[in-house]
């Protein structure tokens, strides 16, 4: 199920918006109102949300037990004992880790942990593990994080061992009883409404610190790891609102001034600046490499890499980062295939409630991140499970809003080994045998919450925004919400009764789209529409839903608009009209000069001449790219408009390009000429003619956006890309930043690595290979060929 297809639900605005937050916003309706849905009504309280200055944080003794737990790490100090952490694989539960480890040891303590192996041990204390880590380390104290509320079992072991326990963990509280202990901190223990309530792992771990600093005089010892808290926090898709966006306000400053030894080099390695870090980046970028870690590796590694002061050492580490993620990457979507064929093939499992689907071989790491495809796809609670050790299974569940897993796993407890997590994200391990009492178990249980059905899946937009309002200054002023998340998500606004001006693909696998859309009065927007090659585009009129963003390309802040959705407005989708086939004029076997007297000249890219007969010289227009320009004036690939008819002076790179110019253009007719292009086909040409638009850039800001650099060169973005890492195999440049739209070089390239450079090369031989022999079809192709292709695009 696409965005597309999701009901889309208006955020209801209060009756009136406060007069006073009126004022504090200086008259502006429409930010007062987007804090007023969020529950913020005085100048007071949006003064708070905006500024962690004017936050007033809660004491940490306001979770119970917590006065407890400070007294016996005090005692830990006094006596030099030892004490171990037990955290959990997640960036959750690495960076709580990593925040104990690295703050006690500031303060002197002899410190070890142990963070558990996923294919291995899983989630949670398992006895065994435990028995080993008390053998070999002989802690006096073991505090947990991110873990261990449920871990009765663990905690009755440490008492028999006269080993003191601690717990810090966020997850929902057992049905049992709590387990036994010195201390069970979990913010769940106070009431709903509570502050600090919604704490992540890493921020109930954060507090207790924050009281031992505050017990030894030392708080700039806390302060310092408010980085690690606003990583775990943002990562575990902890609510921010209250003490956890105060918390990830404050972490968010520090990770900006980049002084962890660790974090600069993971934001090198993800190519992330940090000066203009957001949650954004945290999200998408610093995050998924983090988990890769536990999701495919030792996830221990990361406490390491957050508390070294070896520069060299955190550099290799974040580079075998950069290769885990990647690995990642390529396990994640080859189980993705299987998941939906394995879906698809069994059609009588997607009847029930929830979806539950089993393979042994797959990476259990991964299945949770597949899992929500599957929730998005079907709209329907989803547990993946994979394994066969001696019979048993595990695995991650995924819910949709309105569903709790955790109350449905609890529901089924008698048919599990273990369970545990929130309302929309799960774990459990079972065995094989059990798999289908469990589906029909999980089926009654979610019955049970929604006796009506299953809800929609919804999105939910913000309000609507005229097409005349969604400039730069107003997404500038956005920002002054952030950061952004659950509990505050970014603002999704939409605009009613637009039309499609015009898409391009873009992206090295050209599967994204830039488009054009236009109201009645003719405002225009640009807009991205990520991986959406696939996806159909609207006809007619229709209602579009989008984001907005500052960005700065060039040392020029401009507005990036992200498409979120569209809805077909039904009264007025069009008619389906039969169009008359594509006509094709063929003029490849014209010379230049022929050319030339057929359509004399180009003029701001309309052509100008008699083409087949009746075209007017405003409904017509001409592609051409590369050097070299022979017809001045010809329209590149993001310079097209709808026309009448379209002269392919170039031939384009591939066919997804050719497809995009169609896409686009819409013509009536199309006149094959197919004389420019192919230039620069040729690696040392190419490389040539890049080299120097790298050096006009690093006059500048250092970047270079793929898709202009293509429509330039007449290129696929992939080989722009190839490219540009030959030139830094040549020590021309070195990458600093990288994104779908653009990378950003600097001078600083490192000494030229030869046998990368020759392996580099092969690799960009055969992509200009390949676009040559595309070139070469394309002057012979039958005027047929270029028909069958435009049908496709209408």
């Known amino acids: 199920m696409s965005a597309s297809r999701r009901v889309w639900v208006a955020a209801q605005p209060p009756a009136d918006v406060p007069a006073e937050l009126l004022d504090f916003f200086a008259g502006d309706a429409l930010l007062a109102g987007l804090l007023a849905r969020r529950g913020i009504a005085t100048a007071e309280a949006a003064r708070a949300f905006l500024y962690p200055d004017a936050y007033i944080p809660t004491p940490p003794e306001e979770l119970p037990e917590l006065d407890l737990a400070v007294e016996r790490i005090l005692r830990a100090l006094d006596d030099e004992e030892r004490i171990g952490i037990w955290g959990d694989f997640d960036v959750d539960g690495q960076t709580s880790t990593s925040l104990l480890v690295g703050a006690l040891q500031q303060l002197g303590a002899d410190v070890v942990f142990h963070i558990p192996l996923r294919r291995e041990e899983n989630h949670g204390v398992r006895l065994p593990f435990l028995e080993r880590f008390i053998e070999e380390e002989h802690p006096a104290l073991i505090i ?53 309530h919604g704490l992540t792992g890493v921020g109930t771990a954060y507090k207790l610190i924050e009281a031992v600093c505050s017990a030894l005089g030392q708080p700039e010892i806390a302060e310092a790891q408010l980085d690690l808290v606003a990583l775990g926090t943002i990562a575990d898709v902890g609510e921010l609102s209250g003490e956890n966006r105060y918390l990830v306000q404050r972490g968010m400053e520090v990770l900006r001034r ?63 980062l950069e290769g885990l993620n990647t690995l990642r990457k390529e396990r994640q979507e080859s189980i993705r295939r299987e998941v939906f064929e394995l879906a698809e093939n069994n059609p009588a499992w997607l009847e029930f409630n929830v ?39 595990g695995g991650s569940a995924r819910s949709i809003e309105g569903i709790s897993l955790i109350d449905a796993i609890n529901h089924n407890h008698d048919l599990l080994i273990n369970g545990g997590g929130h309302a929309m994200a799960a774990g459990v391990s079972l065995r094989i045998a059990d798999i289908e009492a469990f589906r029909q ?73 830039k488009l054009f859309v236009a109201d009645a009065e003719d405002n225009l927007l640009e807009l991205i529409w990520w991986k959406s090659a696939e996806e159909e585009l609207p006809e007619g009129r229709f209602d579009v839903a989008y984001t907005l963003h500052p960005v700065t390309s060039g040392g020029q802040n401009g507005l990036e608009a992200l498409w979120v959705a569209y809805r ?121 003619h890049l080299g120097g638009m790298v050096k006009y850039a690093l006059n500048r800001d250092g970047r270079l956006p793929l898709t202009r650099l293509a429509a330039a060169t007449g290129q696929r973005e992939a080989v722009i890309a190839k490219a540009i890492e030959v030139l830094c195999a040549m020590g021309q440049c070195r990458v600093t930043e990288e994104d779908e739209i653009a990378l950003r070089v600097s001078a600083a390239g490192a000494a030229p690595e030869p046998a990368l450079q020759a392996a580099l090369l092969r690799e960009l031989a055969y992509l200009l290979e390949e676009t040559r022999a595309f070139r070469n079809y394309l002057r012979g192709a039958a005027p047929d060929w270029f028909r069958g292709l435009a049908e496709h695009s209408r």
Not at 289 to 296: P, S
Not at 623 to 642: D, F, I, K, T, V
């Open 441 to 513: 178990g999980m089926h009654r249980a979610v019955a049970l919450q929604a006796p009506q059905g299953l809800p929609p899946l919804t999105l939910e937009v913000e309000c609507e925004l005229p097409l005349a309002q969604a400039h730069l200054p107003f997404a500038e002023s956005l920002e002054r919400l952030a950061p952004f998340g659950a509990g505050n998500p970014r603002p999704v606004f939409f605009t009613s009764d637009v039309s499609l001006r015009s898409a391009l693909l873009f992206g090295r696998e050209e599967n994204h789209r």
């Open 568 to 688: 077909q407005r039904e009264a007025q989708r069009p008619a389906v009209v039969e169009r008359p086939p594509l006509a094709v004029e063929d003029w490849r076997s014209l010379s230049v000069g022929e050319v030339a007297v057929r359509a004399p000249g180009l003029v701001q890219g309309r052509v100008e001449g008699q083409l087949g007969g009746e075209s007017p010289l405003d409904r017509s227009i001409a592609y051409h790219e590369g050097p070299g320009a022979a017809l001045a004036g010809g329209a590149n690939r993001l310079e097209l408009r709808p026309a009448e008819t379209l002269l392919l002076y170039s031939i384009p790179p591939s066919a997804a390009v050719l497809h995009s110019l169609l896409e686009t253009v819409q013509p009536r007719q199309l006149v094959l000429v197919c004389q420019g292009g192919g230039e620069l086909d040729r690696p040392q040409a190419l490389l040539t």
């Open 144 to 196: 947990t994080c991110d873990t261990g509320i449920s871990a009765h079992d663990a905690a009755a072991y440490a008492d028999a061992r006269r080993v003191d326990w601690i717990i810090t963990d966020h997850h929902a509280l057992p049905r049992g009883g709590l387990p036994m202990g010195i201390a069970r901190i979990n913010p769940q223990r106070t009431p709903p409404g509570h502050p600090l």
């Open 355 to 393: 979806i539950i689907l089993h393979k042994p071989d797959w990476e259990g790491g991964v299945v949770g991140i597949v899992a929500n495809a599957l929730v998005e796809a079907y709209g329907k609670p989803v547990v993946l499970l994979t394994g066969d050790r001696d019979g048993v299974c």
């Open 258 to 320: 980049n002084a962890r030894t660790g974090l600069k080099a993971l934001m090198a390695g993800a190519r992330v600046n940090p000066a203009a870090l957001n949650g954004d980046h945290i999200g998408f970028s610093l995050a998924p490499r983090m988990n890769a870690l536990g999701r495919l590796d030792d996830a221990g590694r990361m406490v390491e890499l957050m508390t070294t002061v070896n520069e060299a050492r955190a550099s290799q580490m974040a580079l075998y």
